[in-house]
C-alpha cells in the first residue's frame, strides 16, 4: 500500500489526492495543509459574492471525505513545521501543491507608501484569511486606484463599490462587512498598461461592472481608439472580442449622476506613487503606445490619478520552500511532468502539482490536468517508491513531534461554529477571521 502526502489542501491539492485514488486501488493520501480550513484559494480567494464559484467547495468536500483521503489542517510543512525531510521518511512520496504564496511588485517610487497595497492583502482581508490584518484599507479614502486590469482586479473594484446589502448575505466577517458598507470611496480607477484588447478579464467579470447599483461606470473613447485591436476587433479571440464590445457599449453610455463611479483606463504605466503628508496621495501614470508587437512604449507624458488607497494586482510568484529546489525566473520549482528535478535529475518520491509546478497561469480547472500529469508520473514510479518503509501512520507519528493536526472533524466544527456565528448576526454563514477562533472551533469548544 502506498502511502502519500500532498502539501496543500487547494483545488491542485484536492485533485491531486482525487486523481491518485481514482487510478490506484489501494493508495492513501493525507492533504496536509497549514491551515485549519482546506479549500485554499476557493475559500480564501474567490470574492465572496460569486457563490456559483465558491460552490465548488462542494466538490472538493467530496474528494476530502473520500474513505483513503484524510485532511490534516494545522500541520506546516517547512520552516516552522515539519521539516521536508521528515515528510519524505513519513512517506513513500510527497506532492506539494503550495501555490504561488506572493504578490508581484511595481518595483516605482513611493510603492511602500502607507496606503499602497497589494489585491491579495485586500482580498485576504475580506475573506477573513487568519493571516490577513484590518489594515484600515479604508481610512480617510475617498479614491482608489487597482493597478491591473484581470480578474482580481475587477474583484476588488467591485467589492469596493458594492453596499450593505449585497454584503449582507454573503460569509464575509462581521468587521470587513461593517468596513465597506461605511467606506466614503466614490472613485475607482481600474487602470491598465495596455489597451482593452489585451486586458486579462473574463467578460462575465467585465460585465459584472455594469450590474452595480448607483454606480455608473465609465470608459474614455479615446483611450479606446488607441488600441488597434479595438479599431478593428474582427481578428481578435471571440474572448477578447466580447471584452472590447462591452467596454465600446459603456463608452457610448452617458454617466447617469450615479453616487459612485469606476473609471476603467487603458495605456497608462504607473511611474511613482506620490506622497501626500506620509500617505498616499495619488498615482502618477505616464501614457503608453502600443509598440506594433503587442507591448507598449512610454511616451514621456504623465498623468496623476488622485487615490488615498492602492491595490496592485499585477500577478503572483511562487516562494522557494525550504528543502526543494526553486528556479527564481519562473517562481517555480523545476520538475519533469510532475517529478521534482535537483540539479536536472529526478528526485525520487518527490512532487510538484499546481502554480508552483506551471507558474500562476489558468483557472481553477486548469489544475485538474496538470494534477492527473503529477498524479500519473507517481503512480508510475509506484513499484520503486513502496520498497520504502514508511510509518504506519504518519499523522500519529506528527502528533507525537509536537504537532496538532485538525483532522476533519476539527474542521466541520469550524463550519458549526461559522454557521452559529452568522446565525447570531442575523445573517447566513459567516467567516471565523482569525487563528484564535479558528482553533478555538476546531477543539469543539464554544465560542
Not at 467589492?159 to 475607482?188: F, K
Request: net charge negative; glycine share 10%.
Amino acid at each position: 500500500m502506498l502511502r502519500v502526502t500532498v502539501v496543500g489542501s487547494g483545488p491542485s491539492g484536492c485533485y491531486t489526492a482525487q486523481s491518485l485514488v481514482q487510478q490506484d486501488p489501494e493508495v492513501r493520501v493525507d492533504v496536509l495543509d497549514r491551515l485549519p480550513c482546506p479549500y485554499g484559494l476557493v475559500r480564501y480567494g474567490v470574492a465572496p459574492d460569486h457563490e456559483k464559484i465558491k460552490s465548488l467547495q462542494n466538490n472538493l468536500r467530496t474528494i476530502l471525505e473520500h474513505d483513503r483521503v484524510r485532511f490534516v489542517g494545522g500541520v506546516q510543512a517547512g520552516p516552522g513545521g515539519v521539516p521536508v525531510a521528515r515528510l519524505r521518511e513519513l512517506y513513500h512520496a510527497v506532492v506539494y501543491c503550495v501555490g504561488a504564496a506572493t504578490d508581484r511588485h511595481l518595483g516605482i517610487p513611493g510603492e511602500d507608501l502607507p496606503g499602497s497595497w497589494s489585491a491579495t492583502q485586500f482580498v485576504s482581508w475580506y475573506s477573513a484569511h487568519p493571516d490577513a490584518v484590518d489594515a484600515g484599507f479604508l481610512r480617510d479614502a475617498r479614491s482608489a486606484v487597482v493597478i491591473g486590469v484581470g480578474n482580481v482586479a475587477v474583484d476588488v473594484t467591485r467589492m469596493l463599490a458594492r453596499g450593505l446589502a449585497e454584503l449582507s448575505p454573503t460569509d464575509m466577517p462581521q468587521a470587513a462587512l461593517t468596513t465597506l458598507a461605511a467606506s466614503r470611496v466614490t472613485e475607482i480607477h481600474m487602470v491598465g498598461r495596455r489597451g482593452p484588447s489585451q486586458a486579462r478579464f473574463t467578460t462575465k467579470e467585465l460585465r459584472e461592472l455594469g450590474t452595480l447599483p448607483e454606480t455608473d461606470v465609465i470608459v474614455d473613447p479615446a483611450e479606446l481608439a488607441l488600441d488597434p485591436g479595438y479599431t478593428d476587433p474582427s481578428a481578435l479571440p471571440a474572448a477578447q472580442r466580447r471584452n472590447v464590445e462591452v467596454l465600446r457599449g459603456w463608452s457610448e453610455t452617458p454617466p447617469s449622476g450615479a453616487p459612485r463611479r469606476i473609471r476603467l483606463r487603458f495605456f497608462l504605466r504607473p511611474a511613482a506613487l506620490l506622497d501626500e503628508q506620509g500617505h498616499v496621495g495619488a498615482v502618477r501614470f505616464e501614457r503608453t503606445a502600443p509598440d506594433g508587437h503587442g507591448g507598449v512604449t512610454g511616451t514621456g507624458r504623465f498623468e496623476d490619478v488622485e487615490a488615498q488607497l492602492v491595490l496592485r494586482s499585477v500577478g503572483y510568484r511562487g516562494v522557494p520552500l525550504e528543502g526543494l529546489p526553486f528556479d527564481p525566473d519562473s517562481g517555480t520549482v523545476p520538475n519533469l511532468a510532475g517529478r521534482v528535478l535537483r540539479d536536472g535529475v529526478v528526485t525520487p518520491g518527490e512532487y510538484v502539482a499546481g502554480w508552483i509546478k506551471r507558474g500562476p497561469t489558468g483557472v481553477i480547472g486548469s489544475n485538474r490536468p496538470c494534477a492527473k500529469e503529477t498524479a500519473t508520473s507517481l503512480l508510475e514510479d509506484a513499484p520503486v517508491l513502496a520498497r520504502k518503509n514508511v510509518a504506519e501512520d504518519p499523522i500519529t507519528e506528527l502528533r507525537a513531534e509536537g504537532a496538532d493536526p485538525v483532522e476533519w472533524t476539527g474542521w466541520q466544527s469550524i463550519e458549526q461554529a461559522e454557521a452559529l456565528l452568522g446565525a447570531s448576526l442575523g445573517r447566513n454563514v459567516v467567516k471565523l477571521p482569525d487563528w484564535q477562533s479558528l482553533m478555538t472551533a476546531a477543539h469543539g469548544d464554544v465560542l
